[in-house]
T-cell receptor, first 114, second 115 residues
């Protein structure tokens, strides 16, 4: 079965600083990986996804993530944090075994300090 | 941009009561899903639905839960006899064809509180 681990339930950065949110996955077959963001009182919005086309994936709002098979990681980065990036971020995995369920990590709450 | 909508945004109910959570998926999507997130815990998959039947369900989705597409636009989750531990945020999602690389589009959620 697949699983996702997000290291750090809370991350705090200063405005303009690098954002790094960690995600490690476990899967016995090639995974599809997703990052979703949840702003307060809103639903989950897709930031980006890895579908095996390219290991470096660019998403919305300046975020990107790199799939590293050797490290079983899919960390989310943004070079310069904005106040508007404050939200909860979820990493999720899915595999092509006929199952359609996304398996989510526990989430990381990002705080951006002025 | 098309979006998934859910009603109500909040629901408070007494233990043992039935609740129905409603969702309107994106109109050309064929697969529908329910997930839930108990406060402080992970988002968990409950069920997926295609062609008017359940295509996959988790161990959480027991006999007290049911799903239905009563008309061409709504998708509902019914909890027959609510328990305290059913208190959670319930998310509806939809995807176009259900493929593994496809994006699932989520609604804003319904926060259910069982007293």
């Amino acid at each position: 079965a697949q699983s996702v681990t997000q290291l750090g339930s809370h991350v705090s950065v200063s405005e303009g600083a690098l954002v790094l949110l960690r995600c490690n996955y476990s899967s016995s077959v090639p995974p599809y990986l997703f990052w979703y963001v949840q702003y307060p009182n809103q639903g989950l919005q897709l930031l980006l996804k890895y579908t095996s086309a390219a290991t470096l994936v660019k998403g919305i709002n300046g975020f990107e993530a790199e799939f590293k098979k050797s490290e079983t990681s899919f960390h989310l980065t943004k070079p310069s944090a904005h106040m508007s990036d404050a939200a909860e971020y979820f990493c999720a995995v899915r595999v092509d075994t006929g199952r359609r369920a996304l398996t989510f990590g526990s989430g990381t709450r990002l705080q951006v300090q002025p | 941009e098309p979006e998934v909508t859910q009603t109500p945004s909040h629901q408070v109910t007494q233990m043992g009561q039935e609740v129905i959570l409603r969702c309107v998926p994106i109109s050309n999507h064929l697969y529908f899903y329910w997930y839930r997130q108990i406060l402080g815990q992970k988002v968990e998959f409950l069920v997926s639905f295609y062609n008017n039947e359940i295509s996959e369900k988790s161990e959480i989705f027991d006999d007290q839960f049911s799903v239905e597409r009563p008309d061409g636009s709504n998708f509902t989750l019914k909890i027959r006899s609510t328990k305290l531990e059913d208190s959670a945020m319930y998310f509806c999602a939809s995807s176009e064809f259900g493929g593994p690389a496809e994006t699932q589009y989520f609604g804003p959620g319904t926060r259910l509180l069982v007293l």
